[in-house]
């Protein structure tokens, strides 16, 4: 099974790819707690582009597809906009971020904890970052 | 989208979130807590009840004031987290580093030492 939904780029919209995700997820019978980890992970991500990679530019959007296999689910996230390798990304050290009053650097990190595969093609044509998270049988 | 009410109680502030703490919303929340602490409260109890999600945006509001809930000795407790959203805070483990209650009772409990 494939599901597509398109994120018009700005941080409001965020909550209406959640509810989609959350709806698809829910339809394969995902428990609650591995529903929002998954929801989170994917906001984390979009979010980054969003405000990042896309600069909030209106005319802009990020594809989300989610594919079904039986030992899991995969998310691709594609877009257009500047790369940010999120696979070589060196993670800040918490205590560091909290010691500075940091409100941000966590995102990247929930991502990683969460989702079992991470992997980047970028071109000149945009990126695709494909997430995978293991489902129990 | 998030709603932030602040009621001052007997001995505490109380500030309930309501909704989504997400990228574009943690930031009423930030201004929430930021008030409280410019106020000088002592004691702020975060009744999460109703907080039906968080991102990394909204655990980073959390996250900066750590420093400042040691430094000025602030009675900083977090109330009614949904097994969900107690997950999303332990991904970090800032579940251990915050001080985090059942319930209102419980965290009552906790401001006055019993």
């Known amino acids: 099974m494939a599901y597509s939904f398109d994120i018009p780029s700005s941080k409001n919209k965020l909550r209406l790819m959640r509810k989609f995700v959350t ?21 984390e991500v979009c979010a980054n582009i ?50 500075k009053k940091n409100k941000g650097g966590i995102g990247i990190m929930l991502v990683k ?19 995978f998270k293991k489902l129990e049988a | 989208m998030i709603n932030i009410n602040r009621i001052e109680e007997n001995n505490y502030l109380l500030i309930a979130v309501e909704g989504d703490a997400d990228a574009s919303s943690a930031i009423n929340l930030d201004k929430a807590i930021r008030d409280a602490f ?46 969900k959203v107690l997950k999303v805070f332990a991904i970090l483990g800032l579940d251990q580093l915050l001080t985090i209650k059942e319930n209102k009772e419980e965290a009552q409990k906790a401001l006055n030492g019993i």
Request: aromatic content about 8%.
């Open chain 1, 113 to 131: 904890k969460i989702m079992d595969d991470i992997e980047l093609q970028s071109t000149s044509d945009g990126n695709k970052l494909r997430m």
């Open chain 1, 50 to 99: 969003i405000i990042h990679g896309l600069q909030s530019n209106p005319l802009e959007s990020v594809r989300l597809n989610i594919k079904f296999e039986a030992s899991g689910v995969w998310f691709e996230i594609v877009d257009k906009g500047d790369t940010f390798d999120i696979v070589n990304y060196n993670e800040p050290n918490l205590e560091d971020l909290i010691k």
């Open chain 1, 23 to 43: 709806d698809v997820l829910y339809s394969h019978n995902i428990p609650e707690i591995e529903v929002n980890m998954m929801v989170l992970a994917v906001d």
């Open chain 2, 38 to 83: 410019d106020e000088h409260h002592q004691n702020i109890l975060i009744d999460c009840t109703n907080l039906n999600y968080i991102s990394s945006a909204g655990l980073g509001v959390f996250m900066s004031y750590i420093e400042e809930i040691s430094t000025n000795s602030v009675n900083f407790i977090l109330f009614g987290l949904s097994e």
